[in-house]
């Protein structure tokens, strides 16, 4: 049963804030078109606000209430965060599921997976003190060198909604640990359990200005964010369009931005697979989440001896896909987002279709769904590499897919992208497994599987898939400065100059 939507206002300086010009928005549930609450809408005013917030956290009793404590200290909050998201699991998946639409199943996965990451990087935040003062090996027996790692500063971090709380909690951990003062973007088509993020810090008594959270849209919230001088750095997770823009404005001030944006992954099976696991792993790459992953692993590459079998067989194994209410028990694919996604994904469809690909299986709205913006999980064949669904990220439940004769020009196929998140091979010959995770040009390869994901791998892209590595050791480094200290320890002068005593 749905549970209701709380009503909150923007989080800033440890407290309930509403929107300056008090502005909100409606939250749709994707399954019901229905609103069913709705999110404060920030601006410029009061993403001023929070960054002054932020500011003055990390600098209240000269950092040591935050950024210059130690990482044992932050630790404590982190975990105290864990353990009061992991209390409230069953609720935030429910809030998760009707906010954004993904299965509940999926749903309290990530809160799990949220939970595990705080509690990793609080891990990491204690580790960080015995780190400090790294000796650094000089040729120079005059010298001694060490390393300090500082938090970079004030962070804004904009968020997605294709995995609301694990995605602002990516950012959001790691930052905390390093020491940073956050402010969180999320998006405004699922920020509701970002929202209760907030309830949860205030209640383990997070100081506050260390975590302000401000809903609303991109241009009114997100930009201001950006452009602001007092803000160190920027981490987005997003389009490619928005990251490009991003880039552009921190660029006048010299501010580092970190960009993770999204991409059409291949998957590469050879004729040596199991065909029920190559088929399920295959469909679960690119249907988990309601395909609304930004590493999906949409462009099949399938050797032409198995290709006819193969795909006879995933056609079987996506029409047993449990498509309903995500909230029902077994739901394997519930709805996309909005009205706008939706219509995105049929255009994308009725594009491919008119560019002369073949729809092999789905490509509607499911017969027995008369509400809701869902789509069936979609194969599309008969596809040249010029076309648009080949070459585009569609953000939805659809697969194209491509035969091949050999490895040489499976590599090829699967490298001729702009863009370079994600790759899969499956095969039983591990040495052409690694052959080809070595080939790809993707920053994260999966050998027989697609799409599992760690807090302790790292994770992101390269070339138009943006720059920069969240999660594992990798993950804490995005927020923190190195410094070099170097001390002359000898007695003797250093003796470049002449002393005037000895004219």
Request: aromatic fraction near 8%; hydrophobic fraction near 40%.
């Amino acid at each position: 049963m749905a549970i209701p939507i709380p009503s909150r206002q923007l989080f800033i300086n440890g407290e309930w804030r509403e929107p300056v010009l008090k502005k909100r928005i409606p939250i749709v549930n994707p399954t019901t078109e229905e609103i069913v609450g709705d999110i404060p809408a920030a601006t410029a005013e009061d993403v001023e606000l929070a960054v002054d917030a932020a500011r003055q956290a990390l600098s209240r009793n000269k950092g040591k209430d935050w950024s210059s404590a130690s990482g044992a200290f932050r630790a404590k909050y982190l975990r105290a965060i864990a353990a009061k998201i992991t209390e409230r699991k069953s609720e935030l998946a429910n809030l998760e599921t009707i906010d954004c639409g993904k299965p509940l199943e999926e749903a309290f996965w990530d809160i799990d997976d949220v939970a595990g990451c705080f509690e990793y990087y609080a891990d990491l935040a204690e580790g960080l003190d015995a780190k400090q003062k790294a000796p650094v090996s000089l040729p120079l027996e005059n010298f001694k060198s060490y390393v300090l790692k500082e938090p970079i500063g004030v962070v804004g971090l904009i968020t997605p909604w294709n995995y609301p709380l694990l995605m602002a909690t990516w950012k959001v951990a790691p930052a905390l640990a390093a020491g940073c003062a956050a402010i969180l973007k999320p998006s405004e088509l699922a920020s509701v359990t970002c929202l209760e993020l907030a309830e949860v810090c205030r209640e383990v008594g997070l100081p506050p200005g260390v975590l302000n959270i401000v809903t609303g849209l991109g241009p009114e919230a997100g930009a201001p964010l950006v452009s602001h001088p007092h803000v160190d750095k920027i981490a987005f997770t997003g389009s490619n369009a928005t990251g490009s823009r991003i880039m552009a404005a921190a660029a006048p001030m010299v501010k580092p931005v970190s960009l993770e944006l999204g991409g059409k992954s291949p998957i590469i099976v050879f004729e040596d697979v199991d065909l029920d696991k190559a088929v399920e792993w295959t469909i679960f790459g690119c249907f988990w989440t309601n395909g609304e992953i930004c590493s999906a692993t949409s462009r099949l590459l399938v050797h032409e001896s198995i290709a006819a079998e193969f795909l006879e067989r995933m056609v079987k194994w996506i029409k047993n896909i449990k498509i309903s209410d995500p909230l029902e028990e077994g739901c394997r694919l519930g709805p996309v987002v909005s009205r706008g996604q939706y219509e995105k994904v049929l255009k994308f469809i009725s594009n491919a279709k008119s560019e002369g690909a073949t729809i092999l299986c789905g490509g509607a709205r499911p017969e027995h769904l008369k509400k809701g913006f869902f789509v069936e999980p979609t194969v599309i064949t008969d596809i040249a590499t010029s076309m648009q669904i080949w070459r585009e990220e569609v953000f939805g439940p659809v697969l194209c897919v491509m035969a091949f004769s050999t490895e040489d020009e499976a590599i090829e196929l699967a490298n001729d992208t702009r863009y370079g998140l994600g790759a899969a091979v499956i095969s039983k010959d591990l040495e052409r497994c690694d052959r080809v995770s070595k080939a790809f040009q993707a920053g994260i390869v999966w050998i027989n599987c697609s799409q599992p994901c760690f807090s302790q791998a790292p994770w992101g892209g390269k070339k138009h898939s943006g720059f920069g590595r969240e999660l594992g050791e990798w993950g804490l480094d995005n927020y923190l400065s190195v410094k070099q200290v170097t001390q002359y320890v000898s007695d003797e002068p250093w003796g470049w100059y002449k002393s005037p005593s000895k004219l």
